[in-house]
C-alpha cells in the first residue's frame, strides 16, 4: 500500500468568487463546491445518515450489489481517477472487486484535503490498491492523472454520488465533453445519478426537520465569517430548500430575513441585503433515464450498462467513451 498526496490552496480563488457572486446585479450566488470545508463536510456526512435523504444509501447500495458486474465490464488494467472523493465509503466495493484481479493505482481527486486525508485512512487497508491523492480541482486532477498512465493502462473515472447535478444545465454537458476530452477510447466513466422523484419527497430531503441541511447550508455564511472575516449575522438569515420545476432540480438558498449590511474585509466588499433577498448556494439536478442517455451520447460516451435502486430512484451508469 502506497499512499501519497498532491497539495494546492485556493484562497485567492475563494475571495473572488465570492466577489463575483455577492455583488452579480440580479439573483446573489455562491458556489456550491464551498460549502464542503471541514465542518461542512462532516455535516453532509450526517445528511446521507437521515431517513429523508435516500441518495446516498442508494448509492453506496448499488456499489455494493453490482461491483463485481461493474468490474466484470472494464477493460484490464486500468488506473482509477475518482471525481470527488468524499470519505471514500461507497468506493471500497470497486476498488476491492478490481484488487482481486490484480495491483492497482486509485488516485482521489480532492479540493478538500480533509476528506482526502479521510479517504486515504478509509481505503488505506486494501490489499491490492496503491493510493496517490490528488488535491486538485476535477478537471486539472483528472489530466494529471491521464498524463502519468502508461500505454496500454485505461482509465476509470469515477463520478459518484450526483455531483455532476450541481452543475446547471447545460455546464453539466460541457464537462462531461470535457472529461471524454481528456480520455481514450475504451477508457469508462461511473456516473451516479440522482433520478426524478415526487416533489414532497425532495423537499423533506433537502429540508430534513432536525435541521442538518440547513446548519450544511448556514455554514456556507460562517466559513466566509472564519476565513474571510466578515460578519454575516446567521440568525438574519434562513435555510430555503425549493424545487425548481422548469429545471428540474432542487435548490438551496440562503434568505436574509431583514434588511442589511454585510462586511467582508478579505474580500475588501461590503453587500446589502434587502428583505426576503436570497443568496443561491446550490442546484441539484434530477435527471429522468431518457435525459442521461441523451448527456452520454451528445458527450461521447455510449452507455454500457445501467443499475437503478428501487427503494430511493438513482442510477449508476457506465459510460464508455466512444
Ligand atoms: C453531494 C451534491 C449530491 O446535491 O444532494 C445534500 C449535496 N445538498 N443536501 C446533493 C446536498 C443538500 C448533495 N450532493
Known amino acids: 500500500m ?88 461507497k468506493t471500497r466495493w470497486i476498488l476491492e472487486a478490481l484488487g482481486n484481479r490484480q495491483q492497482t493505482y486509485y488516485c482521489p481527486i480532492e479540493i478538500s484535503p480533509t476528506a482526502l486525508a479521510m479517504c486515504q485512512r478509509e481505503l488505506g487497508d486494501i490489499e491490492a490498491i496503491s493510493i496517490v491523492g490528488f488535491e486538485r480541482e476535477y478537471l486539472d486532477g483528472l489530466l494529471e492523472v491521464a498524463a502519468r498512465r502508461e500505454d496500454g493502462e485505461h482509465l476509470l473515472v469515477l463520478f459518484l454520488g450526483s455531483t455532476i447535478g450541481n452543475f446547471d444545465r447545460p455546464a453539466d454537458a460541457k464537462f462531461l465533453r470535457e472529461v471524454r476530452r481528456i480520455l481514450r477510447p475504451g477508457d469508462s466513466l461511473l456516473l451516479g445519478t440522482d433520478l426524478e422523484k415526487p416533489v414532497p419527497q425532495l423537499l423533506d430531503a433537502y429540508d430534513d426537520p432536525l435541521g442538518v441541511t440547513a446548519a450544511f447550508n ?80 451528445a458527450a461521447g460516451f455510449r452507455c454500457e450498462a445501467q443499475w437503478m435502486d428501487d427503494e430511493w430512484p438513482f442510477a449508476e451508469n457506465l459510460l464508455i467513451a466512444a
Open 218 to 297: 448556514l455554514n456556507l455564511l460562517a466559513r466566509i465569517n472564519r476565513e474571510l472575516h466578515a460578519d454575516f449575522i446567521l440568525q438574519q438569515f434562513e435555510h430555503v430548500a425549493r424545487f425548481n420545476e422548469e429545471s428540474g432540480s432542487m435548490e438551496m438558498h440562503l434568505r436574509s430575513r431583514c434588511e442589511q449590511t454585510v462586511t467582508i474585509p478579505r474580500a475588501n466588499l461590503s453587500v446589502t441585503f434587502l428583505p426576503d433577498e436570497t443568496i443561491w448556494t446550490e442546484s441539484s439536478h434530477k435527471y429522468s433515464r431518457h435525459e442521461l442517455l441523451q448527456l452520454a451520447m
Open 2 to 89: 502506497v499512499t501519497q498526496t498532491i497539495t494546492a490552496s485556493y484562497t485567492s480563488e475563494f475571495v473572488a468568487d465570492v466577489r463575483a457572486g455577492l455583488t452579480h446585479p440580479s439573483q446573489k450566488e455562491l458556489p456550491s463546491k464551498y460549502l464542503y470545508d471541514d465542518v461542512g463536510s462532516a455535516l453532509f456526512e450526517v445528511i446521507s445518515a437521515l431517513p429523508e435523504y435516500g441518495l446516498t444509501r442508494a448509492d453506496e447500495r448499488l456499489l455494493r450489489r453490482h461491483s463485481q458486474d461493474i468490474v466484470a465490464r472494464l477493460p484490464s488494467p486500468v488506473v482509477v481517477a475518482e471525481l470527488g472523493s468524499g470519505s471514500g465509503k
